[in-house]
């Protein structure tokens, strides 16, 4: 697993610390093909920050687009195509992590979705989820849409508090075990995302076979 998607069950969850806590645990690059909104303070930037050695290790989006909105909204103001299959990827020697925008249906241009620019790649992916009020119907519906395309899914990572209970429900109906948990950062900083990563670490890279 050279290559791993970070997928979201919603949009706003916590899929970009949660990308940075994974890469720091794994010694991988970081990479958002699609940024819509905010670029002077894009999620590239802040990963770059958090990261030691960010700045070799985190690669220019491929569509970066003004507004923000979801990428199919955004590009069309932008008049951009998006066409995920001409995306170049980046040249590493290290892995790769591959942060996906919004969640797993978001529109990634007028036809298509995140999960389709999953599956035309084979991304394995990591599922990135949250306790609310929802959320198990949230998390199990993208579990579903990813395993209806053949995606390969080694976990699902929790961001911010726990709930054991939702989570035994997740993983014994979803089939896919919870390998991670990620809490709510008070302050982001890049010694606290190496902190999470050594916490997380070996369960991670025995997973994705990173050992």
């Known amino acids: ?18 990308s940075a806590v994974i890469a720091e645990a794994l010694g991988a690059d970081y990479w958002k093909p699609v940024q819509a909104g905010d670029l002077e303070h894009s999620d590239t930037i802040t990963v770059s920050g958090l990261l030691a050695n ?8 491929a569509i970066r687009l003004s507004q923000p909105l979801s990428p199919h909204a ?5 008049n951009v195509q998006v066409n995920y299959k001409d995306f170049t990827f980046p040249h590493t020697a290290n892995a790769l992590i591959v942060e996906t925008a919004g969640g797993v249906h978001s529109p990634i241009n007028d036809t298509d979705t995140m999960a389709d620019f999953i599956s035309h790649y084979q991304l394995p992916t990591l599922l990135v989820s949250r306790n609310y009020l929802g959320s198990i119907n ?14 390969l899914l080694p976990g ?22 919870i390998i ?5 950062f008070s302050e982001l900083a890049h010694e606290h995302i190496t902190q999470q990563a050594l916490i997380i ?9 990173h050992e």
């Open 54 to 61: 960010g700045a070799s290790r985190v690669h220019p989006e």
């Open 74 to 78: 955004a590009a069309l103001i932008d």
């Open 138 to 151: 949230h998390t199990l519906m993208s579990i579903e849409v990813l395993k209806a395309r053949g995606i």
């Open 201 to 209: 670490q070996n369960a991670l890279r025995q997973k994705l076979g």
């Open 156 to 177: 699902i990572i929790i961001s911010g508090d726990r709930n054991e209970e939702s989570e035994r429900f997740i993983e014994r109906y979803g089939g896919v075990p």
């Open 180 to 184: 991670a948990h990620i809490p709510q």
């Open 1 to 18: 697993m050279k290559t791993i998607a970070i997928a979201g069950i919603h949009t706003g969850i916590g899929k970009t610390i949660a």
